[in-house]
């Protein structure tokens, strides 16, 4: 009898030491990854004669990019579908009347991808109408049930990917994590977007013993209380701390980490011109150098953002071209933290 595959759709799964393993791993492939001799690098083979179906409903430049050249490296075979464009579109709500634009349903989706493929990694944006409807995360979900292989999150409602390449580059650079003040604060955007890596920023920080403060305009950008009351659980579990503010000079101070994003309000979601006004008041949040004059040491801070970044209006030339900055090295993680996430999950599984 075949056992049910391991997902990975969220950190919130995993416990803090089967993340910590991945990351081990993870870095011993980035050090082997120039390995003169392929036979030498650590993964090298891993997916030879398996294939990865990614399942792309929204654009992507990094997490793209990055699983197709991390499938190559460990010789298996990406194949990308777009759902709407070079693939039908998907109805991914059970017990529907498929009149409409959906050509086919999730249950035979996931399937027969599963008998193509070993595993499915699957990005979707919320379509951010009704935050009752996205939070359920019914796409990845909806595949998750169905396939017969394991599922990847590559970014819904959570960005569990860009958790782990956070992660790397926070133990890379500050060695342990407990203890440490890290600071995620909201930054204004012309534009209302995905919770995602706000949430996976809250939930990986946590889990790694920071304490940890949410700074945000006002009370209406706290997140959804699911990982807020998730990163409560992870900070007390560790002996740690979670604070929500609204004051930006008491939040940066002496933070070791600050980790910036725009997001929507959530009491606005679906009503975004109704949340414009209070967004457009709080540019100054803005990361800039002033600010990050106030972290530890005297300035001392480390700063990232998960990219893509609108420079002068999330943070300032200054801050993102920092020897501080820490963005350029996330993306890069992303690669190796993947590469030791598809690793772990087909390792002995076998279609």
């Keep these: 009898m075949q056992t049910a595959p391991r997902h990975f759709l969220s950190t919130l799964d995993w416990s803090r030491a089967e993340i910590e393993s991945v990351l081990a791993d993870a870095k011993q492939m980035k050090a082997t990854r120039k390995s003169a001799q392929a036979s030498e690098r650590f993964g090298a083979g891993a997916l030879a004669g398996k294939s990865v ?3 792309f409903f929204n654009p992507s430049l990094r997490t793209r990019s990055s699983f197709e050249i991390g499938i190559f490296e460990m010789g298996g075979h990406a194949v990308v579908l777009e759902p709407g464009k070079g693939a039908w579109p998907i109805e991914y709500r059970d017990g529907m009347v498929m009149d409409g634009e959906a050509e086919e349903h999730v249950e035979e989706v996931a399937r027969v991808l599963s008998r193509y493929c070993d595993l499915i990694a699957v990005r979707a944006f919320p379509k951010f109408q009704r935050w009752e409807d996205d939070r359920e995360d019914l796409v990845i979900k909806g ?10 999150n590559m970014e819904t409602i959570t960005h569990p990917c860009q958790e782990l390449a ?23 955007h012309p534009k209302p977007l995905n919770t995602a890596v706000a949430n996976s920023g809250l939930i990986i920080a946590a889990k790694l013993g920071f304490d940890v403060t949410l700074l945000c305009p006002t009370p209406e950008y706290v997140l959804d209380s699911r990982y807020m009351d998730a990163a409560r659980a992870s900070v007390a579990e ?4 979670l604070t929500v503010s609204h004051d930006p000079a008491s939040a940066y101070a002496g933070a070791h ?4 994003k725009s997001w929507g309000a959530l009491p606005y979601f679906g009503r975004w011109e109704d949340e414009k006004p209070i967004r457009e008041k709080h540019k100054h ?8 004059a106030l972290t530890v040491d005297g300035g001392k801070g480390l700063f990232s953002h998960c990219l893509p970044l609108r420079r002068n209006v999330k943070a300032t030339d200054a801050v993102v071209s920092s020897p501080s900055s820490l963005v350029i090295d996330e993306a890069e993680n992303r690669l190796h933290v993947q590469k030791a996430l598809l ?7 076998a279609k």
Excluded: C, I
């Excluded at 949040?285 to 990050?292: W, Y």
């Design 53 to 55: 179906a990614l399942v």
């Design 143 to 152: 595949f998750a049930k169905y396939a017969t292989v394991p599922v990847v």
């Design 166 to 188: 956070l992660a790397l580059t926070l133990k890379e650079r500050l060695g342990t994590t407990d203890g440490k003040k890290f600071l995620l604060t909201w930054t204004y």
């Design 238 to 241: 560790n002996g740690r701390t």
């Design 257 to 260: 980490m600050v980790y910036a």
């Design 285 to 292: 949040f803005m990361v800039d150098e002033q600010k990050m």
């Design 343 to 349: 690793r772990r999950l087909l390792s002995g599984h």
